[in-house]
């Protein structure tokens, strides 16, 4: 199969719906000028009898570093030429590529076996059809009574009663403006309805988005969990190291085991990568775009919470960490759109609720994917 000058010549096979193997002949000189480069980094401090250090004949540097050399020049030759055949072929894997050398025949082009781990293409489901339960988030009168309770055991001080010298103060404590105990109960059973619609909008959001992916039957490859679950237990590994702690501590003081973080870690990762999977397929069925403005507004809000303004500048023009933002906005935007559609009477005019999507596969899955 040949493809434009800058694509090397490459054959696809797909291996089931989750792999895709590809073959890519390395351009002899592309190999050999990368492999000339390595070979001379190599053997700079090279000391051989007679010879001053970097000066040795091309044999005799080859004998000593000419296979290091080699598998270094083939570990930045092969990637580069997979991307542009994956680009070419409109492949994103979801962790890393397995690489297999073919052949390393110096009289001929080396060939390579790239395999990617994908997605399987699959439809967003009808979002009217999702059955689920929503929670009421109606506040019933015993739970004003057991909180005024709680409030009288941690706020009477000297006071007999609940009368309205005792409400006054406690409610200017709490940050309320009522003046009588009806008023307070009335403005307490306010803010905890608030805070109950909140509690029950996020669960029902995170149930919506779980039954769209369980009804949209996403098949995530084993190796992309695998790989994202490693990259927690690496951030994991790091934290105890900061925090100076070792993993038997660790685990002594919350009562797990290590088996058991591994396993949560793959039931996150799982989740994670469904999240981002379905939501970004979403954004392409839906078009839903994030704008230049709408980059802009979220980056000066950034800067503005900055402490550090000089160092975070160099961030802040830094062309990576801006696409990083454009994709957590999107993903955002994505979930509030779908929310809308899988209830507008619930999420018409209202911010979406935040849910379950992993904050660290904002990256990661950022991170690589």
Request: glycine share 2%; proline share 1%.
């Given at each position: 199969m040949k493809d434009e000058k800058q694509t090397p010549e490459y054959s696809r096979k797909d291996i089931s719906s989750t792999e895709v193997e590809l073959e890519i002949t390395i351009p002899k000189d592309v190999l050999d000028k990368t492999y000339k480069t390595e070979l001379e980094n190599a053997s700079k401090d090279f000391n051989a009898k007679g010879f001053r250090p970097g000066k040795a004949p091309k044999e005799m540097t080859e004998k000593a570093y000419g296979t290091k050399a080699l598998e270094s020049a083939l570990s930045k030759v092969m990637p580069s030429m997979a991307v542009m055949v994956l680009r070419k072929e409109e492949i994103l894997p979801v962790a890393p590529l397995e690489y297999k050398i073919e052949n390393l025949d110096p009289s001929k082009p080396v060939k390579f076996k790239a395999v990617a781990s994908v997605i399987p293409s699959f439809k967003i489901p009808s979002l009217k059809s999702l059955n689920v339960k929503r929670e009421n988030a109606e506040v019933e009168d015993k739970e004003i009574d057991s909180f005024m309770k709680k409030l009288w055991q941690e706020h009477k001080g000297k006071a007999k009663n609940m009368d309205d010298k005792w409400v006054k103060e406690t409610a200017k404590k709490l940050g309320?403006?009522?003046?009588?105990?009806?008023?307070?109960?009335?403005?307490?059973?306010?803010?905890?309805?608030?805070?109950?619609?909140?509690?029950?909008?996020?669960?029902?959001?995170?149930?919506?988005?779980?039954?769209?992916?369980?009804?949209?039957?996403?098949?995530?490859?084993?190796?992309?969990?695998?790989?994202?679950?490693?990259?927690?237990?690496?951030?994991?590994?790091?934290?105890?190291?900061?925090?100076?702690?070792?993993?038997?501590?660790?685990?002594?003081?919350?009562?797990?085991?290590?088996?058991?973080?591994k396993e949560q870690w793959k039931k996150d990762s799982l989740e994670a990568l469904q999240n981002d999977i379905f939501l970004s397929q979403y954004s392409k069925d839906r078009k839903v775009e994030v704008t230049d403005d709408e980059l802009k507004a979220e980056i000066d809000m950034i800067r503005a919470q900055s402490k550090d303004s000089e160092k975070s500048e160099e961030l802040f023009d830094n062309e990576q960490w801006k696409s990083y933002i454009q994709r957590v906005l999107l993903k955002r935007k994505s979930f509030a759109s779908f929310l809308r559609e899988a209830d507008p009477k619930v999420f018409a005019e209202r911010p979406a609720p935040g849910n379950k999507i992993d904050k660290k596969s904002e990256t990661s899955t950022g991170k690589g994917k």
């Open positions: 309320f403006k009522s003046e009588t105990k009806k008023d307070f109960e009335e403005e307490i059973k306010e803010a905890m309805k608030i805070q109950k619609q909140n509690i029950v909008n996020q669960q029902y959001s995170s149930a919506i988005l779980a039954a769209a992916i369980k009804a949209a039957k996403i098949d995530v490859p084993d190796k992309a969990v695998e790989f994202e679950a490693e990259e927690r237990e690496r951030s994991f590994q790091e934290q105890l190291k900061q925090m100076k702690v070792s993993e038997e501590q660790f685990c002594q003081i919350r009562g797990v085991t290590m088996e058991q973080l």
